[in-house]
């Protein structure tokens, strides 16, 4: 193996050993996904792969940033497995981070702050030892149906330094985005929607969080989206185990 592919090991193995509670990442939820954690451990049990990066798929609504402004946009919810359909009534306005009221638009789009509804489904990034290595990384995850996987960095850059590729599993296949809300000023507001005052900036930078974001659809239909990203959860796991065996052999 060449000696900068395992010392980038050792490194990123001596990274996941830290416990969650320890851990952290550049992820939402800020460790590894439970739900990714063991096809992680068999990958990285393999001398030619080490994972670099990972997400077992995720459902989340997040807040647009200030139009204009670079960052500022929140999370409202997260999560990286199905979801447990709420039955109270607005509960799942609460669960989204909306507030339980009638659906309404905003009068003006431009300075509207949209809520977005999202599935994505599972994404790895594996370094390999050698183009060999990555290509058989590769045609595991592109015959599992993550068909937007991709090698990077195949050439070596120079004779001294042999190649490590990257290797990037993913699919667009399965994602989905939708506007379910909106967050808006006094002078943006919609049809019967009652002004609300400016939020102070919190002390790490970001925008604040409205006092008020505001469903664009009922409820009934953020029961469909849900029930739709649940199942492309269950697709996600079939492709993930379908990757899963083709890369291990087994």
């Not at 909106?182 to 002004?195: I, Q």
């Not at 079939?238 to 291990?248: N, P």
Request: charged share 20%; proline share 7%; with cysteine.
């Amino acid at each position: 193996m060449p000696a900068s592919f395992d010392a980038r090991k050792a490194k990123i193995l001596g990274e996941l050993d830290t416990p969650d509670e320890q851990y952290e990442d550049l992820s939402p939820k800020g460790s590894v996904d439970s739900g990714i954690r063991e096809l992680i451990s068999e990958i990285n049990a393999l001398p030619q792969y080490v994972t670099t990066s990972s997400c077992a798929g995720r459902i989340s609504a997040y807040l647009e940033g200030t139009k204009g402004a670079k960052g500022g946009g929140q999370w409202l919810f997260t999560s990286h497995e199905a979801v447990e359909m709420p039955v109270a009534n607005g509960a799942v306005y609460k669960l989204l981070g909306l507030e339980n009221d009638e659906p309404a638009a905003p009068s003006e789009v431009e300075e509207a702050r949209f809520v977005h509804l999202k599935f994505e489904p599972m994404i790895l990034h594996i370094l390999t030892a050698s183009p060999p290595a990555a290509q058989h990384a590769a045609t595991a995850a592109l015959t599992a149906g993550f068909r937007e996987s991709g090698i990077t960095g195949i050439l070596s850059p120079s004779p001294a330094q042999p190649a490590t590729p990257m290797v990037a599993v993913r699919s667009s296949g399965l994602v989905f985005d939708c506007i379910i809300g909106y967050s808006s000023t006094s002078t943006t507001l919609g049809r019967g929607e009652p002004e609300i005052s400016d939020a102070s900036t919190g002390g790490d930078g970001e925008a604040p969080r409205p006092q008020r974001i505001v469903p664009m659809v009922s409820e009934a239909y953020l029961r469909t989206l849900l029930g739709i990203a649940n199942q492309r959860f269950t697709t996600n796991g079939e492709r993930r185990e379908r990757f899963r065996k083709a890369l291990l052999g087994v």
